[in-house]
């Protein structure tokens, strides 16, 4: 008998699962340490999340989802109040309740037929516990299929503990997206020195203070006790370079960068 050997499917021709807004649940994963770009994206992505494209879309936050990078964390926990409400846990503060907390979500969305879509603003290794506790109770579970996490950063990687960063690839539909801090590479580039005119584009009182607060703290904890300096925040602009990951789960495209951004989603 003949050796019947099935053709290689490149990645680009596998058809791109999509993003259900009525079904599925966003995820976002924040490490805040010891960039502060995660405040602005935390900004921006509240700013998405109110555009009437997405205020149906069911999310959900944490914050102190880093690795095993060294430096200071940036307390973002007024912003994530104001951006998220109460939908948002801290595992920074408490790793274990934070866990329970996101697990609950994501098995009520699994349960109801959703998936689970994780961008990752900062690294792995809370997306593995979760994905750890996923499998263990759930044994029957493909969450090669179920659970998408997105990640645009190589340095992330290089900073999320090998043992996690296997086990996302391996048992989660693991996707690397170009870097969110440049143009015209895939993805939108949200990091610029050039200020924005925010004023020019938010009209809703509540988003600006939003804004107001991250760029607020942004400035307050840049560079701060030997934490990263974000000369791009330095400088006056803005860094919101997580989103990318963000707008790839939506589907956003022709978004070239922060200006863009703003222009077709402030409000």
């Known amino acids: 008998m003949a050796l019947t050997i099935s053709p290689v499917v490149s990645s680009q021709e596998v058809p791109r699962v999509a993003f259900d807004q009525d079904k599925d ?3 976002a994963n924040f490490d805040c340490k010891t960039d502060i770009d995660d405040l602005h994206s935390v900004a921006a992505m509240a700013t998405l999340l109110r555009h009437p494209n997405f205020n149906g879309v069911h999310a959900y936050a944490v914050a102190g989802a880093y690795g095993v990078q060294e430096g200071l964390y940036v307390p973002p926990n007024p912003l994530f109040d104001v951006a998220f409400g109460d939908q948002w846990s801290d595992a920074h503060a408490d790793f274990g309740r934070a866990l329970l907390e996101v697990y609950i979500q994501a098995k009520e969305t699994l349960d109801a037929g959703g998936d689970i879509w994780i961008p990752e603003a900062g690294q792995s290794d809370f997306s593995a516990a979760l994905l750890r506790q996923i499998r263990e109770r759930n044994p029957d579970l493909d969450t ?8 645009h950063s190589d340095w992330n990687e290089e900073v999320t503990s090998q043992e996690s960063l296997s086990y996302v690839k391996q048992f989660a539909d693991y996707i690397k997206i170009p870097d969110g801090n440049a143009v015209d590479n895939g993805s939108p580039g949200f990091r610029s020195d050039e200020a924005i005119p925010l004023g020019n584009y938010l009209k809703d009182p509540e988003l600006e203070g939003i804004w107001e607060l991250a760029i607020e703290l942004g400035h307050r904890y840049n560079g701060m006790d030997g934490r990263y300096l974000n000369t791009s925040v330095q400088a006056g602009g803005l860094d919101f370079s ?26």
Request: proline share 0%; hydrophobic share 40%.
């Open 25 to 27: 649940l966003l995820l």
């Open 144 to 151: 090669r299929n179920r659970i998408h996490i997105v990640q």
């Open 242 to 267: 997580d989103l990318s990951e963000t707008c790839y789960i939506l589907g956003i495209e022709g978004i070239r960068d922060g200006l863009d951004f703003f222009r077709t989603y402030g409000q």
